[in-house]
């Protein structure tokens, strides 16, 4: 019984060291990056999660009309953009 009980407890421990560690971080950023991609305005150098590197040229709520070096206009969804940078690369 008492076995029982200790066992119980070290997997319950287990359980919160596992949410801690990897559970709550990885919903934070997942929270980061839904913010960044809402906040996405027109004329922000951006890189995809592809490594292209653009400026957003036009935006709608779930699309992206990226702009690249030679002129290019392509088409993306909201969710292929990893991160704004503050630089243009």
């Known amino acids: 019984m008492a076995g029982s009980a200790g066992s119980l407890i070290m997997l319950a ?3 919160v060291l596992f949410y801690f ?3 709550r971080p990885q919903q934070k950023r997942q929270k ?5 991609q809402s906040d996405l305005q027109k004329g ?3 890189i ?3 490594g292209m590197h653009a400026t957003i040229h036009a935006l709608d709520e779930n699309t992206l009309i990226l702009q690249v070096e030679d002129g290019t206009k392509l088409t993306y ?3 292929a953009i990893r991160e704004v940078v503050t630089q243009k690369a």
């Open 44 to 46: 922000d150098h951006i």
């Open 77 to 79: 969804d909201r969710s």
């Open 32 to 36: 980061q990056v839904k913010q960044m």
């Open 21 to 23: 560690l990897l559970i």
């Open 13 to 15: 421990l287990m359980f």
């Open 48 to 50: 995809t999660i592809g």
